[in-house]
């Protein structure tokens, strides 16, 4: 109990100092401050974004019926089609049943029957599901002579094929739906920045929880910057972020870095900076799946709190005597490294001037970066 406290009152001293500044909310930790804004891209993937006042929308949907009803939740595409069943069966019934009062097959039971034993609206109705569902129990029958409802009877079984293939399809879809799949590849809670080979670079994991693994992969970045002006105009810029490795096969967990170079919009971004910027840094991986052959591509983002400075990620992968052991415990888990907190720009200002271009080629990048610190 007095260690659950502890924590609390831990975590609540954290994040106590919370400030309201320019009409944003700045969160400070004992890392410091940083700007907390409206995200544009959710943590599972999902765009922040509300539509409003789309020209045209239901008539959009509509035409598009199949990828609307596979996009809709399985309790109301279970509704729709319970309602389609039962509607068609009313519809027919209806039908059914007027032939039956036309025919005077409910006034005079001595008549020659159009629809044998329908002399009701329930038996009706029984004869269009028993029609549509093919059952036939055999008491219900139609008569020869009576060609209307031999001609409503082939369209009411035309209909109920093209019913069923449409919900096999819909159902099918919806269980190869990609996003049940890419659910099962995540990205690390939190990115981070440090030095790999004398260079500042960001980067982030990416890892496959399934046992079967990934044909191959591409990961993409991008660099989303929010602009709000005094009129509540909002203007967004996009900057491609360029991945070093950014084709893989996907059998272990990757670590996806970007060297923050003279062409990174983060060139110029120190520590300090970090906290005050609102950019979000949206990450994408499309990848086909060895299973199904399907593409599949699941994304999320990360924030200026969520990119750990001086921080890098633990070892995951251990070698055995047969085969490779990842520890999955470890995939969000970093560990701190001397990092100086001045940008990449800075950095190799420093850099330069420490060692001469002619030295750099004889000093190993460790030593670089002790002449640094």
């Known amino acids: 109990m007095n260690s659950s406290t502890a924590q609390s009152s ?25 700007s907390k804004k409206r995200r544009y891209v959710r943590k599972d993937g999902s765009c922040n974004m509300v539509f409003r006042h789309v020209p045209g929308e239901w008539l959009l949907y509509v035409t598009d019926i199949f990828t609307t009803l596979v996009e809709i939740r399985w309790r109301v595409m279970f509704l729709t089609f319970a309602l389609s069943y039962i509607l068609s069966w009313l519809f027919f019934g209806i039908l059914f049943w007027i032939i039956a009062l036309a025919n005077g097959d409910v006034k005079d039971p001595m008549n020659e029957p159009c629809i044998y034993e329908v002399r009701s609206f329930t038996a009706a109705f029984l004869f269009s599901l028993e029609t549509q569902t093919t059952i036939g129990y055999g008491a219900r029958g139609m008569s020869e002579n009576c060609m209307l409802a031999i001609i409503i009877v082939t369209i009411q079984d035309i209909i109920s094929v093209f019913i069923d293939t449409f919900i096999i399809g819909i159902v099918i879809a919806k269980m190869a739906s990609a996003r049940k799949r890419a659910q099962t590849v995540g990205f690390s809670n939190t990115a981070v920045i440090n030095l790999r080979n004398a260079h500042l670079c960001l980067s982030w994991r990416v890892g496959d929880f399934r046992r079967n693994h990934i044909v191959e992969g591409t990961a993409h970045a991008q660099l989303v910057q929010q602009t709000a002006h005094m009129t509540g105009k909002v203007d967004i810029s996009y900057h491609d972020l360029q991945i070093q490795n950014s084709h893989i096969i996907l059998a272990t967990p990757a670590t996806i870095v970007h060297i923050i170079g003279p062409s990174s919009p983060m060139y110029k971004i120190g520590l300090q900076d970090l906290r005050r910027d609102s950019f979000e840094l949206v990450v994408s991986f499309t990848y086909t799946d060895d299973c199904t052959g399907i593409l599949h591509q699941t994304r999320t983002s990360y924030t200026p709190n969520e990119i750990l400075w001086g921080q890098q990620f633990q070892e995951m992968l251990r070698v055995n005597r047969k085969h490779y052991r990842v520890d999955y415990a470890l995939f969000h888990q970093t560990i701190k490294v001397p990092l100086p907190e001045i940008s990449a720009e800075e950095y190799e200002l420093k850099k330069h001037s420490a060692c001469p271009q002619h030295e750099l080629q004889n000093v190993s990048p460790s030593e670089v970066s002790q002449e640094l610190f």
């Open 10 to 34: 831990t975590i609540q001293h954290k994040y106590s100092n919370i400030q309201h500044c320019n009409n944003d909310l700045s969160i400070c930790t004992d890392d410091g401050c940083y």
